[in-house]
């Protein structure tokens, strides 16, 4: 029987590529760092990558891109003194796990060399319980007597895309810890690895040798006897430590790791992560492909979430690496929010902060990018300080090499809206204002005068207008009024305008002082007046579409496979300025759709059936973002056929790494957490049906054909909540932990929950 809490491989190589993508398949993090899966003798060039949240670098005019430390789990091992490895010795057996319940890696290989079988097995982990502490637990056996040597410590020569980002590289030795320190480029910022052992056999000496601080342990190895030792390494920056030493602190965490033992500093990890699961888990009965994709997904997702107290957010490539430049995206907000916020609202909290934090940033932007905006600007592509990293000439042209303009960085204004959405959201189903008092307000108004000082008066029609404007449909730069933007940015002074009234209602001592901090008392009555005149597109009276933008309708209606039979080169960039979409309806991925998503309940499921039914023939799906969308619409209208294949495409696009690796000239390999969330979406929010909002849930069920139960955990108003679908019926089980009786709305049929209860709701299935 296939058990669905793993995924495992035969393979150990198969050229860059093939490295690439199985170090983001089998990857591990805890919020603080993320590990590539590569075994445990890999260097730089197998893309070894311990990449460090919140932590970026620049060297020259590259990129800035996150950090990668040091690597402290380098281990490599010589028999007979030739050194065995899956990339220069004969491998007779080779079998490599990630453990999804535990969040460990685990390999085994063997190697046959002179008649001898030399057998290593490791297993790793990166502590939840800890998150600077990683593990590792290594094994060595020959079947016959043999010379053993061990080389294992911490490795200086370090992957970068854009390096190297860590300077004066320093190794020593204290205490029997072995250190490696450097300092970033830009900000001189400290990044420090420690790393301590446990072994008892051999004898040890110590080597700084090719930028690799290492133990060099040699011993007779009898036949059939197994030796093991565990490592423990630390990684630690100024960020943690701002101002003091961080070498006492490095060295007293793994001495501390070392002296509790890997069998307590496993149970530690195993039950944090028992917490997350029984709060995160979706078990669906009938369907082991979607069980262990969504699964799988949901796994990406925990393990990128921010560190308590950290206020950092989920790059866009989780911390599979420097791809993206480690920035944050809207891809957070919209599709990775609401997985955090439906399940586990507290790393909601900590997302929202990181926009709270980079506020001064988005102030920034707007003040240098446009004429006259005020405001918030959120970045396109953010770090750590929130101004934008995202260039103008953002993509290379296959072709000639040179960088092509974009238009990225300084017409996709939506980012803004999406913040003010979230934040709100967070509102709404937590009933908790203490993040607006805490900042969010703040936040909320300036992205309502960034738009309001974006938007154009159109006197003869007595509107406003949101023009010259990205939406998400990268392949059109420069449009006018985009649907999908507009009615973001109408959306933004809508909870403008009820954020104020909820604070001066509630809070208007803190409502006073935060007017009064940024002066806007007299632009208020204006975010009422937008709320009310700003144009979105609509319906089309006969048929139902809306017109992404102005002028869509009347560009040239070629279909996809008629545009990629175009393309000259397989990488080549279908927008910016000359693409070969840029004329067309083709677009990139789902932009009208994604706002009736977005808006569940502004538009009827015939609006939504004829808007799908439009532009996904003609979208490229050439973002990891679009098939969720098109998922979702498609189960509200009932196509629950086409829903369950783009949610399967969705939710394994990682499992089996068939992704874009380059677009242009610009390297894409890595993870797809805002995928892992639309995942979720599609399955919670899409076939569960379920939608929240201030007053109540709904849930309207639309199981797929095989999935015969579907359950999972619902986050409330502050409680919690067991909900189990099956193909006539709907149970919730309201927890004795809960503190209050709740609405919920199941089918059609309303139905109180109160605490220590479980009510049952019938239901007919949607037909197929």
């Not at 004969?90 to 453990?99: A, E, I, N, P, S």
């Not at 040890?204 to 601080?213: A, I, K, L, V, Y």
């Not at 300025?577 to 015939?606: C, E, H, W």
């Not at 193909?727 to 004795?736: C, D, F, M, N, Y």
């Amino acid at each position: 029987m296939k058990n669905l809490w793993e995924i495992s491989t035969t393979e150990y190589a198969g050229g860059k590529e093939g490295v690439m993508r199985r170090g983001n398949v089998y990857q591990l993090a805890n919020g603080y760092m993320g590990y590539r899966g590569t075994l445990d003798e890999f260097g730089p060039a197998e893309l070894v990558g311990i990449t460090l949240a919140g932590i970026f670098d620049r060297v020259g005019l590259a990129w800035r891109e996150p950090v990668n430390a040091p690597n402290g789990g380098y281990t490599r091992v010589s028999l007979d003194g030739v050194e065995r490895s899956v990339l220069t010795s004969k491998v007779t057996r080779h079998h490599q796990t990630l453990h999804l319940a535990s969040a460990r890696f685990e390999r085994e290989t063997v190697f046959s060399a002179r008649a001898k079988k030399l057998t290593i097995k490791s297993a790793r982990f990166l502590s939840a319980d800890t998150p600077n502490l990683g593990v590792i637990q290594y094994s060595v056996s020959c079947d016959k007597a043999a010379n053993i040597t061990i080389r294992t410590g911490i490795d200086g020569n370090i992957w970068d895309l854009n390096g190297p980002h860590l300077l004066q590289l320093a190794a020593e030795k204290r205490e029997g810890v072995l250190l490696v320190q450097g300092v970033t480029n830009e900000n001189a910022k400290r990044v420090l690895v420690a790393e301590a052992i446990d072994l008892n056999f051999g004898e040890e000496t110590h080597e700084w040798q090719d930028q690799r601080n290492l133990r060099v342990i040699r011993w007779q190895a009898e036949a059939g006897q197994t030796y093991t030792f565990h490592k423990y390494f630390a990684v630690v920056t100024d960020n943690d430590l701002a101002g003091k030493p961080i070498e006492p602190a490095a060295v007293k965490m793994v001495l501390k790791a070392k002296a509790l033992g890997h069998a307590a500093c496993l149970e530690k990890h195993r039950a944090e992560w028992a917490k997350k699961w029984e709060r995160c888990d979706v078990q669906i009965e009938g369907d082991d492909e979607a069980q262990l994709a969504l699964r799988y997904s949901i796994f990406q997702l925990l393990i990128v979430a921010p560190v308590a107290g950290s206020a950092n957010s989920i790059p866009a490539r989780a911390l599979s690496g420097q791809v993206y430049k480690g920035a944050i995206f809207w891809d957070t907000e919209m599709f990775m929010f609401p997985f955090f916020l439906h399940t586990y609202p507290e790393k909601a909290v900590e997302l929202m902060r990181y926009r709270i934090k980079t506020l001064d940033g988005a102030r920034r932007k707007a003040r240098t990018e446009g004429p006259g905006y005020r405001g918030a600007f959120y970045a396109w592509e953010s770090q750590e300080t929130g101004d934008d990293a995202c260039s103008y000439f953002n993509i290379g042209d296959p072709f000639t090499g040179r960088d092509l303009r974009t238009h990225f960085r300084d017409k996709q204004v939506h980012i803004s809206g999406d913040v003010a959405i979230a934040l709100w959201e967070y509102f709404k189903l937590t009933g908790d204002d203490s993040l607006l008092l805490e900042g969010g307000a703040e936040v909320i108004l300036e992205c309502a005068r960034f738009y309001f000082s974006h938007a154009y008066f159109k006197k003869e029609k007595g509107r406003y207008e949101i023009l010259d404007v990205i939406g998400p449909d990268e392949y059109h730069e420069c449009v006018n009024n985009n649907a999908f933007t507009s009615m973001v940015a109408k959306e933004t002074f809508v909870i403008a305008n009820a954020m104020v009234e909820h604070l001066r209602k509630n809070q208007p001592k803190a409502l006073r002082a935060l007017v009064k901090k940024i002066g806007i008392s007299r632009e208020l009555a204006d975010f009422r007046e937008a709320a009310r005149l700003l144009y979105v597109p609509a319906p089309d009276s006969k048929t139902g579409v809306i017109e992404q933008f102005d002028g869509y309708f009347k560009l040239r209606d070629d279909t996809v496979e008629e545009l990629k039979s175009r393309m000259v080169h397989p990488n080549e960039y279908l927008g910016a300025g000359q693409g070969l979409a840029v004329p067309t309806k083709v677009i990139k991925q789902a932009d009208v759709v994604m706002m009736l998503n977005l808006f569940k309940t502004r538009y009827s499921a015939k609006i939504k059936q004829a808007n799908w039914e439009y532009y996904e023939p003609r979208t490229e799906h050439g973002s990891s973002l679009s098939a969720c969308a098109y998922a979702m619409v498609a189960a509200e209208f009932g196509d629950l056929d086409f829903a369950y294949k783009y949610f399967l495409k969705t939710a394994k696009i990682d499992l089996e790494a068939k992704y874009k690796v380059y677009v242009g000239t610009v390297f894409m390999g890595g993870s797809h957490p805002a995928a892992n969330g639309g995942a979720w979406m599609t399955a919670v929010l899409g076939f569960g049906g379920v939608q929240a909002d201030e007053n109540r849930v709904v849930i309207n069920p639309r199981l797929c054909a095989q999935w015969q139960t579907f359950r999972f955990y619902l986050a409330y108003k502050g409680d919690g909540f067991r909900i189990k679908i099956t193909k006539t019926a709907v149970t919730i089980s309201s927890p004795s932990t809960n503190v209050r009786r709740h609405t919920m709305l199941v089918a059609g049929n309303k139905t109180e929950c109160a605490p220590g209860a479980s009510v049952t709701v019938k239901y007919r299935p949607t037909k197929q």
